[in-house]
């Protein structure tokens, strides 16, 4: 509230006086980092994509840092039995299955894959394939320096029951749209942590797939700090899509909407992580945010994440 | 305590005793009957003086016998006399003004610089300030403090400033004795002191005196005018953005006078008619206004009263018809004092004052059917009463107690929906706080060389019932706990020694080192988010979680005085090491008070400042002004905030000049200028970014580890005085006669931003476009307030 407050007042004052000009900003020479987006779920190889950091006001091609791909590191995952290197693989020559799982990961259609070239390193060995209740490692050796990292799979907490419901009261109540509904039961433990994806199976009328991956709605990470125990009743707006048409209204499920969600348990530490990435996105180098950098578990100097997940899947109809 | 009896004693053994006689009175300006303070009176046969303290009483105690006296305050005539001290003697000194028309630029006795225990004081000549250039034509002393070496302004056009390293809320602003917590208007670009209605101001940097205490880094003291105690007058301006208008005159002639001076800015006026009604923002506007107003009466020479208060808003108003939508913030201070001066004897003079001081600011927004408010502020009342005691001519002894009763009302929000009461005013939180001190220096003559002031105050904090505790449990949130403190109770109880030591040793006639220290201790605090001084920042008290903050501060200069006084030069150093400041929780958006309390978003560490000030001051002469300068270092250390590494303050600056100047052409032309530079303000940025699930993400680098770009700007002025004096052909002779104007006035021209540089308001990184389309483009942009700036006032006076 009181951010608010400073917000609106700053904006209005300003809005009235101020100039605006771009500027170039002294940095003490940029050390571009190694930047890890790992994750490892149930039934399912390991996934660790490695880019770069790139200094803000240097030149850059963003082409060229959408498909940034470190090659050459060696990336190895352990679940303390299995060791496995993982292999270095290229989207324009994926094993069949694996595909689908990066295509996904990206966010980007299956057949789209090959217009970029993005590499990742994938664990090949069904023996480090992922598994509930188990740690991993994780380590990358590249250019003479070691990162690494641990992860778990937490147990899995499927969700009681969803629902669509006609969102009928409220400011602008509407009979033909609804926000999904969950029920979660939140074990006796503590710092559980959950994330929510949903995807429409729905097409439109070009018979394109109206959310051709996983999406993420605002806020789709939470931990139990206030829930613990506990069962309760929660909603989620639907994720933006790019192919949303004109009967899509933002934020809510069109009744006869068939909708998967996808329901992880994660560990509090990924959660953190994740829930910091999502609020700098909206920032988006806003002034008044706070200046805080993702709180990072890999170890050695390097940014990002190493993630597991255990899922679980639902299916709710809008109706 | 037993220390401070100690140092009693040790004071009442250093007194000297024996047979002496007293000469005592007070020093007041001739034509307004206002007391002149700190006016100096020489012996000429005891080769000794005093001045008289900030009530214009003076006290001067010799062997019985016949002496001569020199009486001198700059910008009037010096008066001798001799007389009689067989027995003791009250005499009130009448001091004429050298030349009313000229420009006086008054100062501390002409070689206080080097002859006063005083380190980093420096007083302030509001009719100087009058001259200078001024922000949109609005004269502002807190504007002029910023030029002083020391003193940093908080950014552009803004009145907060940062004193020797220490925050915003570590300065103690009095205006005739009562604090103002927010002394600033419209987002600090103007300050709540209308320059009419003062007659003049002091700020204390390094060795605050015993006297003074609650903040650590500066005392601003402000006085009121007193009024005119012999004949009405009427003065005020026409400015671009405010009109001013002061009235001052007696009520009994001698006995009683008064002073009322209000001013009111009229953009929303002038700008209304060009709103068309059906305009959605028709109704939407700011203003803010200030009254000040004093009444005294002198009942004999032994008592007199004062009655003073300042009143203060500012009111921003935001109508959207189309959306039914409504915002209205009023923001404002209101301080009233009332003080009784009395003279027990020739020697014991005593000032007490009950003071009421209010800060309050609200937002009430209503969309429909649905209002919210919120509601945030500081209420102080405060008793104190100050000893002035003059023992001997070498001895002069302060002493007295000070009690603040708090009431803070951290921030608190009510929120209705048609008849429904989701937050009700009645739950309101509110914290209550007594805060008290005693105090006794002596600044005293050890050699006709040496020179000590030595000080002690012993301050206590108490925070009091009801109050609610809420302990967030960080294993298991579902233990959260309350604790529940009632009425009367006691929530929590500082207290602290600070001890204060200052000395002046004289090399010569002209120059002088001086070495202080002071150990002080602050129990109030300001939580602020945003760089700039905002209303929304809170005030709130030292409990369980806020220690109060601590600074020792250690400071040595070398005084001295070129041709005959006309320039004071001097060079301080200080170190001050400060402990339990404040900051916000890294990532923290300090959210609703709603079940929890301020201070939980709160993380705590120490900083330290050192520095070195060079100073020279021009004081006569048609030239007068001074160039400040600054080297500087302060840093913080918090172990919640960058991951415990040191990082610069936010106002650390390396390099800080200022130069300000004005000068007399003649008697129709007065010039001013001012420039400053100051090295960029301390942020921090993201230095790199990169992509994670498709968006982009920032890497900051270290807390306040980049620099903006350096600030720094010229403004000019020129004052034109139209002649007093008309020509006129008399009908009936044919000759010309000269004939005084009833009125007089002058126009004030200024220029701010002179070369229209665009100094840095904020940094931020700009985000365009979309990642997935290509089309993204990120930069840097630098805001700047403003450019270049005219303006021209009008002032008149009769």
């Known amino acids: ?319 | 305590m037993k220390s401070l009896a100690l140092i009693l004693g040790l004071f009442i053994c250093l007194v000297s005793i024996g047979q002496k006689t007293t000469l005592s009175g007070y020093i007041k300006d001739k034509t307004t009957g206002e007391f002149l303070f700190s006016t100096g009176i020489y012996c000429v046969e005891a080769e000794t003086g005093t001045r008289a303290n900030e009530y214009g009483f003076y006290s001067l105690s010799l062997k019985p016998g016949t002496y001569k006296f020199i009486v001198k305050y700059p910008g009037y005539k010096s008066q001798s006399f001799e007389i009689d001290l067989s027995e003791d003697v009250r005499l009130n000194i009448d001091l004429v003004p050298e030349n009313m028309e000229e420009l006086v630029i008054k100062d501390t006795k002409t070689d206080e610089n080097v002859k006063g225990t005083d380190m980093g004081k420096v007083a302030i000549d509001i009719e100087q300030v009058k001259v200078l250039p001024a922000f949109m034509g609005e004269v502002d002393i807190l504007k002029t403090v910023q030029f002083l070496p020391g003193v940093q302004s908080a950014g552009e056009g803004n009145s907060g400033f940062y004193v020797r390293g220490g925050g915003p809320d570590q300065n103690l602003i009095l205006l005739d004795e009562a604090t103002v917590y927010n002394a600033s208007h419209l987002f600090g670009f103007f300050s709540v002191f209308n320059a009419d209605a003062i007659s003049g101001m002091e700020i204390t940097k390094g060795g605050m005196s015993a006297n003074y205490g609650g903040r650590l880094s500066s005392v601003l003291d402000i006085k009121m005018k007193e009024g005119n105690y012999q004949d009405f007058h009427m003065e005020g301006g026409l400015g671009l953005i405010s009109s001013r208008l002061t009235l001052q005159g007696p009520i009994k002639k001698d006995t009683s006078s008064f002073i009322i001076s209000a001013r009111r800015t009229y953009i929303d006026i002038l700008i209304k008619p060009f709103i068309p009604e059906d305009n959605a923002f028709n109704g939407s506007g700011y203003y803010f206004y200030d009254l000040n107003a004093k009444v005294n009466y002198r009942f004999s020479d032994k008592d007199r009263l004062y009655l003073s208060g300042y009143f203060g808003n500012d009111v921003f108003t935001y109508n959207n018809d189309r959306d039914n939508f409504n915002v209205r913030i009023p923001w404002g201070n209101a301080t009233g004092s009332l003080r009784w001066n009395h003279l027990f004897n020739d020697k014991l003079f005593v000032n007490t004052t009950a003071i009421y001081s209010d800060y309050n600011f609200q937002f009430q927004a209503s969309q429909s059917q649905f209002e919210f408010a919120l509601l945030s502020g500081i209420r102080d009342i405060n008793l104190k009463s100050d000893f002035t005691y003059y023992p001997s001519p070498r001895h002069n002894i302060k002493f007295g107690y000070n009690y603040v009763f708090h009431t803070f009302t951290p921030s608190s929000v009510s929120a209705r929906s048609e008849d429904v009461e989701f937050f009700d005013e009645d739950d309101v939180l509110r914290i209550y706080a007594n805060e008290g001190a005693l105090y006794f220096m002596d600044d005293f003559d050890v050699t006709e060389r040496l020179r000590l002031n030595l000080g002690y105050r012993h301050s206590i904090f108490q925070q009091i019932g009801p109050f609610t505790r809420y302990i967030p449990d960080p294993t298991n949130p579902l233990a959260n706990s309350e604790v529940d403190y009632g009425r009367g109770k006691t929530v929590q109880l500082y207290h602290g020694p600070e001890p204060r030591f200052s000395m002046r040793y004289s090399i010569n006639d002209s120059s002088s080192i001086k070495l202080g220290a002071v150990h002080n201790y602050q129990y109030v605090h300001l939580a602020t988010i945003s760089p700039v001084s905002l209303p929304t920042d809170v005030w709130f008290p030292s409990s369980e979680l806020v220690k109060p903050q601590i600074n020792t501060q250690v400071s040595a200069g070398y005084f001295r005085n070129f041709k005959e006084n006309t320039y004071e030069a001097s060079v301080e150093v200080y170190y001050k090491d400060m402990r339990n400041l404040i900051e916000y929780k890294e990532g923290a958006e300090p959210s609703d008070n709603v079940n929890d309390n301020v201070d939980n978003n709160l993380t705590f560490g120490k900083g330290y400042s050192y520095g070195a000030e060079f100073f020279i001051k021009k004081s006569t002469g048609k030239l007068t002004g001074w160039v400040g300068y600054t080297w500087s270092k302060t840093m913080r250390q918090f172990d919640e905030i960058n991951e415990g590494r040191e990082f610069p303050a936010r106002y650390d600056r390396r390099h800080d000049l200022s130069a300000v100047a004005s000068y007399k052409l003649n008697d129709r032309w007065t010039f001013g200028a001012a420039f400053v530079y100051a090295t960029g303000s301390a942020i921090t940025l993201a230095q790199g970014f990169y992509i994670y699930e498709g968006q982009i993400q920032y890497e900051f680098g270290d807390r306040n580890s980049l620099r903006m770009p350096a600030f720094h700007r010229a403004d000019i002025s020129a004052t034109y005085y139209t002649n007093p004096i008309k020509k006129k052909v008399d009908k009936v002779t044919g000759e010309i006669v000269e004939k005084e104007r009833k009125i007089e006035s002058n126009w004030n021209f200024s220029i701010y931003n002179l070369y229209n540089r665009a100094n840095p308001y904020f940094i931020y990184i700009d985000q365009d476009g979309d990642i997935d389309a290509g089309t993204l483009t990120i930069s840097g942009k630098q805001v700047s307030l403003f450019p270049i700036l005219p303006s021209v006032t009008w002032n008149f006076k009769f």
């Open chain 1, 1 to 319: 509230m009181r951010l608010l407050l400073t917000y609106t007042f700053i904006v209005l004052s300003l809005a009235m006086v101020s100039c605006e000009k771009e500027i170039s900003i002294d940095i003490p020479q940029y050390d571009s980092k190694i930047v890890v987006d790992g994750r490892i779920e149930q039934g399912l190889p390991p996934i660790v994509f490695l880019s770069r950091s790139y200094e803000f006001f240097g030149e850059t091609d963003l082409t060229q840092i959408q498909n940034d791909h470190v090659s050459g590191a060696t990336v190895v995952v352990s679940n303390g039995t299995v060791t496995d290197t993982l292999l270095e693989l290229c989207t324009q020559s994926l094993p069949p299955g694996i595909d689908t799982l990066v295509a996904e990961f990206l966010g980007v259609d299956v057949s789209d894959l090959a217009l970029f070239n993005i590499c990742a390193y994938v664990g090949t060995d069904l023996a480090i394939f992922g598994e509930v209740g188990k740690s991993y490692s994780l380590t990358i050796d590249y250019e003479n320096t070691q990162y690494t990292s641990t992860t778990r799979i937490p147990e899995l907490v499927a969700l009681d029951s969803v629902w669509w419901e006609k969102n009928e009261s409220g400011s602008t109540p509407t009979t033909d749209y609804g926000f999904s509904w969950a029920i979660l039961s939140d074990p006796d433990t503590l710092s559980n942590a959950y994330r929510w994806y949903a995807r429409r199976l729905n097409v439109d009328q070009n018979g394109d797939e109206k959310d051709p991956q996983f999406l993420l709605p605002f806020g789709a990470q939470f931990d139990d700090e206030f829930i613990n125990n506990q069962t309760f009743e929660f909603a989620y707006e639907r994720p933006n899509s790019e192919n949303d048409g004109p009967d899509d209204k933002r934020g809510y499920y069109r009744e006869g909407d068939t909708v998967v969600i996808k329901f992880c348990s994660i560990e509090f530490a990924v959660c953190e992580y994740l829930r910091s990435a999502e609020t700098q996105a909206l920032n988006a180098g806003s002034p008044f945010a706070s200046p805080a950098n993702n709180p990072t578990n890999i170890e050695g100097g390097a940014l990002g994440l190493w993630a597991g997940y255990g899922v679980t899947y639902d299916t709710l109809i809008a109706e």
